[in-house]
């Protein structure tokens, strides 16, 4: 049941406008929101790992977004089955549409002459960023699993048919090669800011495990959008 406090904050929020952008706006433009639903396309997250994730948000105002975004029924929760027992968090299947809109909003944005891709970025945010900035063209006909670890969070991509499907996993068995990073910006700067592996290497912020041309070939398949004119 939408709790009245939503309800509420949803009816004072409203633009009063038909056009389906504003109505988007309504459902996930308050702040934080998109980047909670952003955290949840990979799949379902606990409280406390969604709090990690987003350093910058407050235990208060990451109850309210959920709340909200569950009320619009775009996420919902359940409790994991024995001996788990936890709650999580996860998106319906509309929500999951949204990835699109993230995906769109990211590579519009990174356009602008003021973002910065040195600044910290969670491992679900380089992750998506991968699937909306990979070249299609460059990757057609390449065949790669790709694994991720930073820290105890384990990411798989398996390009095919241009294609680049990500999940979390609990091993990397059957990867070509995996890239090793305590921060996940230290990837992003091999992938986008044309930093060589090698100099991260010798920073101690990356490491490469198995198949090093596969993981190098993998890493060259990415571009970030041209900056938009003055």
């Known amino acids: 049941m939408k709790s009245e406090k939503v309800t509420d904050e949803a009816r004072r929020r409203s633009y009063h406008d038909a056009c389906g952008t504003a109505h988007g706006l309504e459902l996930a433009g308050d702040r934080w929101a998109l980047l909670v639903m952003r955290e949840l396309m990979l799949g379902p997250r606990r409280f406390g790992d969604l709090r990690a994730s987003l350093p910058g948000l407050s235990a208060n105002v990451l109850t309210q977004r959920l709340a909200e975004l569950e009320a619009a029924g775009i996420l919902r929760r359940r409790r994991l089955p024995a001996p788990a027992g936890a709650q999580v968090y996860e998106l319906t299947e509309w929500g999951y549409e949204g990835e699109t809109v993230i995906q769109e909003l990211g590579r519009w944005a990174a356009r602008s002459p003021g973002h910065d891709p040195t600044l910290p970025l969670s491992p679900v945010s380089l992750m998506l960023s991968m699937r909306?900035?990979?070249?299609?063209?460059?990757?057609?006909?390449?065949?790669?699993?790709?694994?991720?670890r930073h820290g105890d969070s384990l990411f798989l991509a398996r390009l095919a048919r241009s294609a680049l499907p990500i999940a979390r996993v609990d091993d990397l068995d059957g990867a070509d090669a995996v890239f090793v990073a305590d921060q996940p910006p230290a990837v992003a700067a091999l992938l986008y800011g044309g930093v060589p592996a090698e100099v991260l290497e010798g920073q101690g912020a990356l490491r490469i495990e198995g198949d090093r041309e596969a993981a190098l070939r993998y890493a060259s398949l990415f571009r970030l959008p041209p900056k938009a004119g003055g």
């Not at 070249?135 to 057609?140: G, I, L, N, P, V």
């Open 132 to 148: 909306t900035m990979l070249d299609r063209e460059a990757a057609a006909g390449l065949t790669l699993a790709i694994g991720f």
